[in-house]
């Protein structure tokens, strides 16, 4: 199971910092990401973690934006800084895993941020 926290509503240039609690999974062997979905938009990736602590970013959110995880909080975390506008979206946490052949993938509710003045 994976919970997010952390959205609502801030002005542009603002911060938040979302965080994903995980629970009944592996969650050091995980690799995480966070996605977001805009009103009539697909969801798109916006940055995920390894397991080895790699972390990468979307072009739009590079910068702005900073992945995290504390192993031992089974938890990951997106600091997100100088907001937009165009960052107002619902953001999903995921976590993934290939074992062998197969491919694991779980999903968060969804946390809203919305940025407006």
Same mark, same amino acid.
């Given at each position: ?5 952390? &959205?609502?509503?801030? #002005?542009?240039? *603002?911060?938040? %910092?979302?965080?994903? /609690? +995980?629970?009944?999974?592996?969650? !050091?062997?995980?690799?995480? &990401?966070?996605?977001? #979905?805009?009103? *009539?938009?697909? %969801?798109?990736?916006? /940055? +995920?973690?390894?397991?080895?602590? !790699? ?13 995290? %995880? ?48």
């Amino acid at each position: 199971q994976l919970v997010e926290s952390g &959205g609502g509503l801030v #002005q542009p240039g *603002g911060s938040l %910092r979302l965080s994903c /609690a +995980a629970s009944g999974i592996h969650f !050091s062997r995980y690799t995480m &990401g966070w996605y977001r #979905q805009a009103p *009539g938009k697909q %969801r798109e990736w916006v /940055a +995920a973690i390894t397991s080895g602590g !790699s972390a990468n970013y979307a072009d739009s959110v590079k910068g702005r934006f900073f992945i995290s %995880r504390d192993n031992a909080k089974n938890t990951v975390y997106l600091q997100m800084n100088s907001l937009k506008p165009e960052d107002t979206a619902v953001y999903y946490c995921n976590a993934n895993i290939i074992e062998s052949v197969f491919e694991y993938s779980y999903w968060g509710q969804g946390t809203q941020v919305t940025v407006s003045s």
